[in-house]
């Protein structure tokens, strides 16, 4: 059984920063590809990054320079480092691991909600102005 778990989210002044882990159990982590997705209220839940298994890495135009995302195959972690955080930012934060072990990671895939299989419970991140 496959487990996400996310932690670090809170609250920030604008231009502050956050560092999200999740944990993830129950795959062959260092075989699938591993994302962050964002929801914010009344939104559709959006891609935010995605660190693949061959260790290609995406991002949203909306965080490109702002945000990294990391893993740690060792640890079964992926990380998202959060900077320069602004209140348009505020959303839940998801953290998901692809459908299918060693799938194409390619952006136009990866980006798409539905190329994910496995989904943690969400973290609050919230940006105060």
């Known amino acids: 059984q496959v487990q996400l778990v996310e932690s670090g989210g809170g609250l920030v002044q604008a231009g502050g920063s956050l560092r999200l882990s999740c944990a993830a159990s129950?795959?062959?982590?260092?075989?699938?590809?591993m994302g962050w997705f964002r929801q914010a209220p009344g939104k559709e839940r959006t891609f935010v990054a995605a660190?693949?298994?061959?260790?290609?890495?995406y991002y949203a135009d909306s965080v490109k320079g702002r945000f990294t995302i990391s893993r740690d195959n060792a640890k079964n972690a992926v990380y998202l480092q959060m900077n320069s955080l602004k209140p348009e930012d505020t959303a839940v934060y998801y953290c998901?691991?692809?459908?299918?072990?060693?799938?194409?990671?390619?952006?136009?895939?990866?980006?798409?909600?539905?190329?994910?299989?496995?989904w943690g419970q969400g973290t609050q991140v919230t940006v105060s102005s």
């Open positions: 129950g795959l062959t982590f260092s075989s699938y590809t």
């Open positions: 998901a691991a692809d459908a299918d072990a060693r799938s194409p990671s390619r952006y136009s895939r990866l980006s798409l909600r539905e190329s994910y299989g496995y």
């Open positions: 660190a693949g298994w061959a260790a290609n890495i």
